[in-house]
Structure formats: C-alpha cells, structure tokens
C-alpha cells in the first residue's frame, strides 16, 4: 500500500539514461509510495508562446505533478558543468506559475556521469538554480554515481555498495523530511 506521493524528474530524455535508472532505483528504496515519473519532453520555453497561448498543457501537468507530490526526486546529468537543457528549461516553465510549486517540497537530488566526480558540479549548480524556488532540499547523502556505465546491473540496480548505501540514506532522509512513515 502507498503512504505518500513521490515524483521522480529525469535530467535526461535518453530511452536508456542512467539518471532514469537511477531515479528509479530512488524510486524503489524509497517505497512504499506511489510514484510518477515527470515527463520533461517540453516546448523551450518563449515568452510570446507563453503570452499567446498560455502555459503548454504539457508544463502543465508538470506543474500539477509536482503540486500534488509530498517528495520530489531529481536525477540529472552533468552536461558542460551544469544541468541539462531539459531540466533547466522545466525549471523556466514552472518559474511561470505562482506560488512555485516546489515551495517547501522535500526534494532530494543527484546525478550519474561517465566521468569519475558522478555529477559534483552539475549538483552545485542545481541547488544554485532551485534557491529561488524556496525547495526543502535535503543536503545529503550525497549521491553521486560516477562512470556510470559500470554501475548498474541487469535489474538497473546500484552495485556499487558506497553508492547503494548512500542512495539508501537519502530515500530515508526524504521520507523523514515529508514526514512519511516508513509503514
């Protein structure tokens, strides 16, 4: 049975993206919940779309998603030392709407890379980005899964202890700040 709502947001529009993987495995350690996976495959934003038509039904739905989640999960990449496009851009458009639909939601970050850091600066520079949306972003674990292709099995599941551990901790520590009983 579900105790609680989580919403998971892929960095990444990839089939086989190892952020979705890791999501997914946040997803299951965090358990029991419902959960949905965000769909970012979003128009970029423009504000003369945006003045035309209003808010694309699509961005829409994103925003609800996230107005009815008690946590938030975010898996990104690291692209050129930040976030990926996509997620920057889904942030663009929920900045559109008031009150920010992440005010006060627990939100719990983290990243897989090929490259051996597991996303460092790509972390720093999404807390930097979420400040002005007033999240209840959690500080840690740090998840930070590095040259991600040896990372995950047949099942999509960590296998790297350090990072499993951590993972773990995380989901924890979102349940406890969304004040969602582990029963």
């Given at each position: 049975?579900?105790?609680?709502?989580?919403?998971?947001?892929s960095g990444s529009l990839r089939r086989d993206s190892y952020n979705t993987k890791l999501m997914r495995e946040a997803a299951r350690l965090f358990?029991?919940?419902e959960f949905t996976e965000a769909d970012l495959n979003l128009p970029l934003y423009d504000g003369d779309l945006?003045?035309?038509?209003g808010i694309?039904?699509?961005v829409q739905t994103l925003i609800d998603q996230i107005k009815d989640a008690d946590a938030i999960v975010?898996?990104?990449?690291?692209?050129?030392?930040?976030?990926?496009g996509v997620l920057k851009n889904a942030l663009d458009w929920t900045s559109r709407t008031r009150p920010f639909p992440l005010i006060r939601k627990p939100v719990a970050i983290m990243s897989a890379t090929a490259g051996r850091a597991g996303g460092e600066r790509t972390q720093f520079a999404l807390r930097l980005m979420l400040v002005a949306f007033q999240p209840r972003l959690l500080q840690g674990p740090e998840v930070l899964v590095?040259?991600?292709?040896d990372q995950f099995d047949d099942k999509d599941r960590l296998v790297n202890e350090i990072n499993a551990k951590a993972l773990d901790g995380l989901m924890k520590a979102l349940r406890a700040e969304a004040g969602l009983s582990e029963d």
């Amino acid at each position: 049975m579900a105790t609680g709502r989580l919403l998971g947001i892929s960095g990444s529009l990839r089939r086989d993206s190892y952020n979705t993987k890791l999501m997914r495995e946040a997803a299951r350690l965090f358990e029991p919940a419902e959960f949905t996976e965000a769909d970012l495959n979003l128009p970029l934003y423009d504000g003369d779309l945006e003045s035309e038509k209003g808010i694309p039904e699509p961005v829409q739905t994103l925003i609800d998603q996230i107005k009815d989640a008690d946590a938030i999960v975010i898996s990104t990449p690291e692209y050129n030392k930040a976030p990926s496009g996509v997620l920057k851009n889904a942030l663009d458009w929920t900045s559109r709407t008031r009150p920010f639909p992440l005010i006060r939601k627990p939100v719990a970050i983290m990243s897989a890379t090929a490259g051996r850091a597991g996303g460092e600066r790509t972390q720093f520079a999404l807390r930097l980005m979420l400040v002005a949306f007033q999240p209840r972003l959690l500080q840690g674990p740090e998840v930070l899964v590095g040259q991600n292709t040896d990372q995950f099995d047949d099942k999509d599941r960590l296998v790297n202890e350090i990072n499993a551990k951590a993972l773990d901790g995380l989901m924890k520590a979102l349940r406890a700040e969304a004040g969602l009983s582990e029963d």
